[in-house]
């Protein structure tokens, strides 16, 4: 469903009229608790966004007519939400408990997912006790998760982000990118080369049939191998997760040793099936099943509460008022907590890759701007990089600041330092500084009049500059769960007012195919059909010496 063009306009028009936040906040000794938001173990303070009650109130009509509640309940009833591939998108049912129900085409999908949380338990607890062990009885001392995109990302950011719980073996690695390099990197680790009889490879991709993965899952295999693996005991050091069972018997792993999941799970919303096992190899089950839990909490929250007081909901349009009425062309993700590092990285797919399309669920052109550019790295190193662009610069993006209160380390002055940077960052961005103050400041200083009037505009700040601040207590398995359900639901609700099918991804396709013909035409050494820019890198890749010569 479209939101009649009416309310955009009435949203534009609202906005027009909403005065600098710093006198929201003057005349009005509510705003802080009016735009905060509280569930899942997460606190959303929103109140630092140019919004008033009539803008918030444009809002919600907008979402109203857009039909997100009806959208967001056909997600939860299995419907198929993903129209281009005419699948369920019940990533939600992944993290439900063992009695809820959730059917696909009729048929209740619970015991299925039950069956493989518990088939995860068991292997993850033989590997950790010691007592899986490579083909010659040694224990595994290390796992190579391999896999790429929403095979990748999530469980590699999530094990980055919990690695406050990890246990010191199994040791877990990651490598997605077919430049071996990322293979070499690990296996061939300079500072401590792998032994293939203390290996465990897991082969992690949804159709078994991605390029990147597959190669390197045969260069782990010929690597195991060398390494003194015999072939018949190549099952004791690869395991696979898929949906194609075929293909994983093809390569040769027991199927036994095959965790499922099923099409109805995009990709990128994939870590919370059997492709976040290496979750559960390096936290442990129970802290797994913390993760879905803190999920399934953002579900349980997000499925029933009012869009005034939904948070997903409030996260998703202010992104669209900031996006499509404001103007901003990016957002900013800047986590204050080192292990959300790969925070930014995980949520790029899950933004750009489910809203990053140009035309509505009929096949029609958009009628609007669909998702900006998400970027980010952790602050305080943020701020002494881009931030003086998001200060002072002519391009502004709003920025998601997430602050986790208590941290794993016991030094009190870092966690001090770094939450004051986070606190400050927004408010400096919110209030700016003005040409007269920053003036009257170089003079109190001790400038010249003269000097003061010279610098004055260097050191003015335009303010205004929204931004939102997530706060986690600490950041463990439960909170890190419903932080990504948040933005997953953010995504699914900006997609339903975009009207955009959010689970599809053809926009990978043109690329990989592309791809094809060119590793054929470099192995074999014709050329097809190319522009003369793509003919001429096919020859310098090639021969790389010489500079191709001008016709
Ligand atoms: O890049 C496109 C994509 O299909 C992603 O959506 C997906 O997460 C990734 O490739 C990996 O796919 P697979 O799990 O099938 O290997």
Not at 167 to 188: I, Q
Not at 249 to 268: C, E
Not at 318 to 334: H, P, Q, T, Y
Request: charged letters at 20%.
């Amino acid at each position: 469903m479209t939101a009649p063009s009416d309310l955009w306009s009435d949203l534009a028009t609202k906005s027009l009229r909403v005065p600098p936040m710093r006198e929201l906040f003057d005349n009005d000794a509510s705003r802080l608790w009016k735009h905060t938001i509280d569930a899942a173990g997460l606190v959303l303070d929103a109140s630092k966004n140019r919004i008033d009650d009539a803008v918030l109130e444009s809002l919600f009509s907008l979402a109203r007519g857009a039909g997100v509640e009806a959208r967001r309940d056909a997600m939860f009833a299995g419907d198929k939400v993903n129209v281009t591939e005419g699948r369920a998108a019940l990533h939600v049912a992944l993290r439900a408990p063992r009695d809820a129900v959730f059917t696909v085409d009729g048929r209740n999908v619970m015991p299925d997912v039950h069956a493989v949380l518990d088939h995860m338990e068991t292997f993850s607890e033989q590997v950790r006790s010691g007592a899986w062990t490579g083909h010659d009885g040694k224990a595994i001392t290390d796992v190579v998760h391999i896999g790429i995109g929403g095979s990748d990302l999530g469980p590699r950011f999530v094990c980055a982000a919990l690695r406050s719980y990890q246990n010191a073996r199994p040791s877990v690695h990651f490598v997605a990118n077919v430049d071996a390099h990322a293979l070499d990197g690990v296996l061939a680790d300079v500072a401590r080369p792998f032994e293939a009889a203390t290996t465990l490879f897991i082969v992690a991709s949804k159709t078994f049939t991605t390029a990147e993965t597959m190669m390197n899952a045969h260069s782990a295999r010929a690597w195991a191998l060398a390494g003194g693996v015999p072939e018949a005991q190549l099952h004791r050091h690869f395991v696979a997760v898929s949906t194609n069972t075929e293909a994983v018997r093809a390569f040769g792993i027991d199927t036994k040793n095959m965790f499922a999941f099923w099409d109805w799970v995009g990709g990128r919303y994939s870590l919370w099936s059997a492709i976040g096992l290496p979750i559960a190899l390096a936290c442990g089950m129970a802290r797994f099943r913390e993760l879905l839990a803190g999920a399934h909490a953002m579900d349980t929250h997000f499925a029933n509460a009012p869009l005034e007081a939904n948070m997903p909901v409030r996260l998703a349009l202010l992104g669209i008022l900031n996006a499509n009425v404001l103007g901003a062309r990016s957002v900013c993700i800047a986590p204050y907590h080192q292990h959300l590092e790969l925070l930014p990285a995980h949520l790029q797919q899950l933004e750009m890759e489910s809203n990053g399309k140009s035309v509505t669920l009929a096949g029609l052109p958009v009628a609007h701007a669909t998702v900006p550019v998400l970027w980010g790295q952790p602050g305080t190193n943020a701020q002494h990089a881009y931030f003086q662009c998001l200060h002072q610069g002519t391009e502004w993006a709003p920025i998601d600041f997430i602050a986790v209160m208590a941290p794993a380390h016991a030094h009190p002055e870092h966690q001090r330092a770094l939450l004051a940077n986070c606190f400050a960052q927004s408010e400096a961005l919110m209030n700016g500084k003005t040409q007269d103050v920053a003036r009257a400041e170089l003079i109190a200083a001790g400038a010249s009049e003269v000097e003061a009037e010279r610098l004055a505009p260097h050191k003015t700040f335009p303010g205004n500059r929204p931004s939102n601040t997530i706060v986690l207590a600490r950041l463990d398995p439960s909170s890190l769960g419903a932080l990504i359900a948040l933005y997953e639901h953010k995504v699914m609700v900006q997609g339903t007012i975009w009207n955009i099918d959010s689970f599809d991804q053809w926009g990978v396709e043109l690329g990989k195919m592309l791809a094809k013909t060119i590793v054929d035409e470099l192995e074999s050494g014709a050329l097809g059909t190319h522009d003369a820019s793509t003919r001429a890198l096919i020859e310098r890749a090639r021969n790389p010496s010489p500079s191709p010569s001008p016709p």
